[in-house]
């Protein structure tokens, strides 16, 4: 069965336009709880809301708590939070569901719904139907003895620091390492700072005064030049970049060069292998770097692609039984530190994992190097037929190219775009195919 409104990480989109409304907003949190109150017989149903510094997070927020509360929920306010940190509290404080208000790297006018199931994980399909199918039905508020309550807790935020702390070894420590931390005007603005500082590394901030308005905007994960200049001109050791909600990475080192999650995810891998720790083997996605997977297994490390989405990439894991996969993008998943993508941990894990192999990230990324990608997004209209026009010049482009390359194709789950990506070899094939599959994708609009 398709889903309607759930994509691949909740339910995103701009802001006062559908589905992004209050009205909304209110109706999903509503079909939400019901469904809550449904599986929860035995005790009455919790859901805890966080947020990033989205200016619009304040009337989502006030939506989202009307709606539980209506279906008689009662909700736990912790006010800007990163993601998974969100996802730490719903595990720790034995809630039956978390719900994080932010449209992660997107911009300020963005923003949406992501919601954690009984334990932190994210919600699994059957959930997202189940919350779909409440949402076809009207709204009937509960009776007055049964409407939910609601309360802003005290000490989310320290909470969250020092368990983030906790998943860095006892033996180790950031002494002597000076960072530029830039938490993208975001939802880790007043957590990621802290977590490194108290572990003794020197800390320059950045991209750490929300405004409502300036997430994302020239800084974080997915803008790595205001970083890559901080770095520099203070000659600091590392950079690390979050994006808005905080579950993504990027690094920098001391010469500005940027590591995205496949050499990060390498790192950790390489280290736990070294140090006889790695469990199984890594799980990335279609968009992984193919030199990555080459270097993985000639280092006899196992590796397996999963769909775009860290829900994908957890999937294989649990699948597997392996802890360590993630996304170029930035996700990076260790399970026995959390249950989702956090760019803090897995910030820390490399710092851990550069101690263990008493290497810098330039030297431990030494033994390969990423065969160039091309990303082209390419805007699509709602009932494109996009697939007819691109499908005969991918399978050509992947015929020229042969073993020394790649084609991904995938429609965005939180935009109205395909993404087409090429990957060879060399950096002149890429972008050539790149192109000559965009411009298929392009012409199809017109027919």
Not at 38 to 62: C, Q, V
Request: charged share 25%; hydrophobic share 40%.
């Amino acid at each position: 069965m398709v889903k309607k409104y759930f994509g691949t990480d909740g339910v995103r989109g701009e802001v006062g336009q559908y589905p992004i409304t209050p009205e909304f907003v209110l109706k999903l949190a509503y079909a939400a709880g019901k469904v809550l109150v449904k599986h929860s017989n035995d005790h009455r149903a919790t859901a805890l809301i966080g947020k990033d510094t989205r200016i619009s997070g304040y009337m989502l927020e006030a939506v989202m708590e009307a709606g539980f509360t209506a279906a008689g929920v009662d909700v736990l306010l912790t006010g800007p939070l990163p993601t998974p940190g969100v996802a730490y509290l719903t595990r720790a404080l034995r809630l039956d569901c978390g719900v994080m208000i932010s449209a992660s790297h997107n911009v300020y006018s963005d923003n949406g719904i992501k919601f954690f199931a009984e334990g932190g994980a994210k919600l699994n399909d059957d959930l997202e139907l189940e919350i779909e199918a409440q949402l076809e039905k009207p709204m009937q508020t509960v009776g007055s003895d049964y409407l939910g309550r609601a309360r802003r807790i005290v000490g989310a935020v320290d909470r969250y620091i020092e368990f983030c702390k906790s998943t860095f070894p006892n033996h180790m420590n950031l002494r002597g390492l000076k960072l530029v931390v830039d938490t993208a005007n975001g939802a880790a603005y007043h957590v990621a700072p802290k977590v490194f500082h108290e572990l003794g590394a020197e800390v320059i901030s950045i991209g750490d005064e929300p405004d409502g308005y300036n997430i994302n905007l020239k800084v974080g994960a997915t803008h790595t030049k205001s970083l890559q200049a901080a770095v520099l001109q203070n000659e600091a050791d590392y950079g690390v970049a979050l994006d808005g909600d905080g579950d993504r990475l990027m690094m920098v080192d001391k010469t500005g060069k940027v590591y995205d999650g496949d050499s990060l995810i390498y790192v950790i891998a390489k280290a736990r292998a070294a140090s006889g720790s790695l469990k199984g083997g890594v799980v990335g996605t279609v968009m992984t770097n193919l030199a990555m997977e080459i270097a993985l297994k000639e280092r006899g490390i196992d590796f397996v692609r999963a769909k775009v989405g860290d829900r994908y990439v957890l999937e294989q894991l649990y699948q597997h039984d392996w802890q360590v996969g993630g996304e170029a993008s930035g996700h990076v998943v260790c399970l026995d530190k959390h249950n989702t993508g956090d760019g803090i941990i897995s910030a820390l894990q490399v710092f851990a994992a550069l101690q263990t192999l008493n290497q810098d990230l330039p030297s431990a990324l030494a033994d390969w190097q990423p065969y160039p990608q091309t990303m082209i997004n390419v805007r699509i209209q709602k009932d494109q037929d996009w697939q007819t026009a691109a499908k005969p010049v991918a399978e050509e482009v992947e015929r020229e190219l042969a073993d020394l390359g790649r084609v991904v194709l995938r429609p965005s789950g939180t935009e109205p775009v395909v993404r087409v990506m090429v990957e060879a070899k060399h950096a002149a094939a890429a972008k050539a195919a790149a192109e000559k599959i965009a411009r298929a994708i392009e012409t199809s609009a017109a027919v």
